[in-house]
């Protein structure tokens, strides 16, 4: 555990593409570049569309397009490049890709607010299309995206998806750990829709910032439970032996269960203190109006 905490410090500021003094070869996977790939050139041909059309809100249109770029990179970073690689032979590495894509990447994409900009994309028979399913879906979407609820469902992802026989499937197979990746992205997505855009009034802050702070909480919990377990928990990662970084299975699972800890639990309680910050300020500002 100690070694463990020692080599924290080490792996994580930056990603260990070395393997044996070499660099990991930059291979990414098809069925994870081609949507990379596409959901960027939609959101090119949606932007340069909107471009086109707007006087007034390209200041905004510049705006979410940086904060699209961003999220779409860090997204990219984790899972296609020789991070993901890595995360193969080490499970250290698979958690800075979950964290990465759950955190920093959703956040930035949910800040983004593509959605408008990529129904641009398409044809307007297609948008109105589009639209009208949504407004179909409408109800459905307020119950998942309200603050507890999707609080909720990404707490369920996270906990079913690192349990054993669910883990130990997505190792064995590419259709079940590219399901594992998307049901992390979706409801992080989720969730940091329901902190940042889904607020209702001033309380809408107090509110987020309970959710922040759950979160951090059900993903410190288990991110303990790796931290302290003296056994690896899945058969693929025991099987390997020891990590090509020096690791046994037991020390790269405590290793991983820190970065969950730690540096997630650092994320979300950042994020809660900003909301806190936020709903204080507006109460503040609500009960000085009566006052007056």
Known sequence: M??????????????AFAHGGEQEAWRPETSIALPLLLFALLYAIGF???WRRSDLGRASLKRGALLFAAGWA?????????LHTAGERSFTF??????LIMLPAALLLVLARPGPVLLW?????????FASIARGGRGAWSLASAPLAATGLQ???LWAWHMPPLFDRALASEGWHIAQHLSFLLTALLFWWAMAHGRAGRNGYGLAALCLFLTSLVGGALGVLMAVSTSPWYR???AMGMTPWGLSPAE??????????VPGGAFHAAAALFFLYNWLKASEVGHAVPAE
């Open 2 to 15: 100690r070694r463990a905490a020692f080599l924290l410090l080490l792996l994580v500021p930056a990603p």
């Open 48 to 50: 340069a569309r909107l």
């Open 74 to 82: 860090m997204l990219a970073g984790a899972t296609a490049s020789p």
């Open 94 to 99: 698979h958690m800075i890709e979950h964290e």
């Open 121 to 129: 994309a398409f044809p307007a028979s297609l948008r109105t299309a």
């Open 155 to 157: 707490a369920l992802a």
């Open 236 to 238: 693929g990662y025991a």
């Open 252 to 261: 790269d699972q405590q290793l991983a269960g820190l970065v969950m800890w």
